[in-house]
């Protein structure tokens, strides 16, 4: 995709005072795609793409998966699994600004929703994680969210003689914890929410939308927000500066180390305040907003965006129907359109 290299060669820019020139680089990615996307409001190829079909999946491994994501042994104290901080019924969110990890240990970032994390190009804020099979091996580590470790965990369910049996018939070399991995990551290929209204747009049904909801969408392609969200999952597929046109951080104050993002991955000057760019998809019911949770609303982080993002300021009224845009991002689960997190409901069991 052309934005995601030059997005990838704005990124890599190496040498000393690489964050601004990195972040002159990136202004004029952003006005660039900006002005060609402006232009190409009226043609057909459309910088968003419907979510395909669930793939097939092993039915024995998927419902592995389903039972191990729902499974409070994965955390040292019983007490946490990973629908606690990602809630299907809630927009796969715990709607915290952080979670909450074993203890009531306050973790340091938001947690994304984990519907249609399948189809990012890699996980965690900082992208760390490379696939969602590594991914899994994450939080179980963490001591801050299950706080636990294989060894203790592989203890625990080698005791449930029928949950043995089906990773038995599951996998040749039954349980194991790249097995629980690979049925975990299983099943969350599972959680994708197709069926989205502007997904029914894209595929031809014009009357999907509203007029509102349609000029919001030509407002998000002609302000340029494409430029970083963008394919299957409007987001997901690269690394951009969080205040690529003015000190985010500065302005917020109290910088943390999560806040370095991907630069504590690659411990390059240029990857400071860099993050993965995150999937607008349900984006409607999985507030509160960045990494930080610094965005109570949608209309909060749309602003923020129009100020760090593209450095300029837009009518409130553009904003509105950007808003109302955002809103036909949200797709279905199992049928159903997913739901709001209500802080004061998603509490851990
Ligand atoms: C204590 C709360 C908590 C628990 C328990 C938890 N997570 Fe998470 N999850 C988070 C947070 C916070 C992040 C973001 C961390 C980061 O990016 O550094 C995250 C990130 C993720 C992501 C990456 C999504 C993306 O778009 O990058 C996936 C996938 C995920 N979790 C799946 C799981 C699975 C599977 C489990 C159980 C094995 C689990 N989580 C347990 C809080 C939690
Ligand atoms: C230069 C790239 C870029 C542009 C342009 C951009 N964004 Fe973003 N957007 C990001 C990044 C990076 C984040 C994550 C920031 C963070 O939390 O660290 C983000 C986060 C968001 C979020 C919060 C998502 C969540 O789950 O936390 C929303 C909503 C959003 N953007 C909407 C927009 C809109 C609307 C526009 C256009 C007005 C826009 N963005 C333009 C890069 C961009």
């Known amino acids: 995709m052309l934005s995601r290299n030059r997005a990838a060669a704005a990124r890599s820019m190496p040498g000393e005072g690489q964050r601004s020139s990195g972040r002159a680089a990136q202004r004029l990615l952003v006005?660039?795609?900006?002005?060609?996307?402006?232009?190409?409001?009226?043609?057909?190829?459309e910088p968003i793409l419907p979510i395909p079909p669930a793939p097939a999946l092993d039915a024995r491994k998927l419902a592995l998966g389903q039972a191990l994501f729902h499974d409070k042994r994965l955390s040292n104290d019983n007490t946490l699994s990973c629908a606690s901080c990602h809630d299907l019924s809630r927009g796969g969110v715990d709607g915290r600004s952080s979670s909450i990890g074993i203890g009531g240990a306050k973790g340091p970032i938001n947690a994304p929703t984990v519907f249609n994390s399948s189809l990012n190009f890699r996980q965690f804020w900082d992208g760390?994680?490379?696939?969602?099979?590594?991914?899994?091996?994450?939080?179980?580590?963490?001591?801050?969210?299950?706080?636990?470790?294989?060894?203790?965990?592989?203890?625990?369910?080698?005791?449930?003689?029928?949950?043995?049996?089906?990773?038995?018939?599951?996998y040749p070399d039954g349980l194991q914890s790249r097995n629980i991995q690979d049925a975990i990551a299983t099943f969350e290929r599972s959680l994708t929410t197709p069926n989205a209204r502007?997904?029914?747009?894209?595929?031809?049904?014009?009357?999907?939308?509203?007029?509102?909801e349609l000029r919001g969408y030509q407002l998000f392609k002609a302000f340029g927000c494409v430029a970083c969200h963008q394919g299957v999952n409007v987001g997901g597929n690269m690394f951009q500066t969080f205040g690529v046109m003015g000190d985010y951080f500065t302005r917020r104050g109290s910088v943390t180390a999560a806040d370095l993002g991907r630069y504590n991955v690659t411990r390059n000057d240029a990857d400071r305040y860099a993050f993965k760019v995150p999937s607008l998809r349900n984006v409607a019911v999985t507030a509160p907003y960045f990494h930080d949770g610094s965005a109570r609303t949608l209309n909060e982080a749309v602003d923020v965006m129009f100020k760090y993002q593209l450095g300029r300021s837009a009518a409130a009224q553009d904003k509105e129907l950007i808003v109302k845009f955002l809103h036909t991002?949200?797709?279905?689960?199992?049928?159903?359109?997913?739901?709001?997190?209500?802080?004061?409901?998603a509490r851990r069991p």
């Open 31 to 45: 006005a660039l795609l900006g002005a060609a996307v402006g232009a190409a409001v009226a043609q057909a190829d």
């Open 128 to 170: 760390r994680a490379a696939s969602l099979e590594e991914q899994a091996a994450g939080p179980v580590h963490n001591p801050l969210e299950m706080g636990s470790n294989w060894a203790e965990v592989l203890g625990k369910l080698s005791r449930d003689a029928p949950l043995v049996e089906q990773f038995k018939a599951a």
């Open 198 to 212: 502007i997904d029914r747009y894209l595929r031809g049904d014009k009357s999907a939308l509203s007029p509102d």
């Open 329 to 345: 991002l949200t797709g279905e689960y199992q049928g159903r359109s997913l739901q709001q997190a209500d802080p004061l409901v």
